[in-house]
């Protein structure tokens, strides 16, 4: 399927995955591998920490009632922020370093897509750049959600149903982007977590011209 003609911004990683798939365990190893390597860098995530993605936060945990298609809105705003707001990932990406989000806008077109429709999510994140390589890590809802169950507290979107949903809504949208200037490379998180990382460093690693496996 044909996506818009938008650019593609070297050196940029995005994790992505269900609840429970392990993307953040991941961001935070490799973010120690890439200081042991000397690659100047910044790790990230949305909803970011600003004002717009602790709303959005404040959303997910049900302390903020507001409509599906508010949300949406709210995950674009914070990331319009995190793209082209000062420090953001433009900037740190313009002074050289690789930027390494656990999330972007494949989690609206997924998460979003299933509570309001396709329709608006994309129109939000349509005309948000490429990151050069996209971790998906595939992982069994069942598995997934068995990690979930054990944390404190969840989110509203953490329930098995919706997540299974949510995993078959992640595949579309990575056939949709096959065909763009788009990596994308499969994770395995169902494997122990040194195996995993050794899936992403290897992946991060190839995109970046350094070794990480160290």
């Known amino acids: 399927m044909e996506t818009n003609p938008v650019p593609t911004l070297k050196r940029f990683v995005v994790l992505e995955g269900v609840d429970g798939a392990g993307t953040t365990t991941q961001l935070r190893r490799l973010g120690e591998a890439l200081g042991r390597a000397g690659v100047p860098h910044w790790t990230t995530c949305e909803p970011t920490g600003m004002p717009t993605g602790r709303l959005v936060r404040q959303v997910l945990k049900g302390e903020v009632d507001a409509r599906p298609e508010t949300l949406a809105r709210l995950y674009s705003a914070d990331r319009h922020e995190h793209l082209y707001g000062p420090g953001g990932v433009l900037e740190r990406l313009g ?10 806008f494949f989690s609206s077109l997924a998460y979003q897509g299933m509570t309001c429709g396709p329709e608006l999510p994309r129109l939000l994140n349509g005309d948000f750049p490429l990151p050069e390589l996209l971790l998906y890590f595939d992982l069994d809802t069942e598995v997934s959600m068995a990690r979930v169950e054990t944390r404190a507290e ?5 329930h098995r149903a919706f997540q299974e949903r949510v995993r078959g809504a992640y595949e579309e949208v990575l056939a949709e982007y096959s065909g763009s200037p788009l990596r994308i490379a499969r994770i395995d998180a169902s494997l122990p977590v040194e195996e995993v990382f050794g899936a992403v460093a290897a992946a991060v690693g190839s995109v970046l011209g350094v070794d990480l496996t160290d």
């Open 154 to 158: 969840r989110d509203i979107f953490e």
């Open 95 to 104: 002074r050289g370093e690789a930027v390494v989000s656990d999330r972007y």
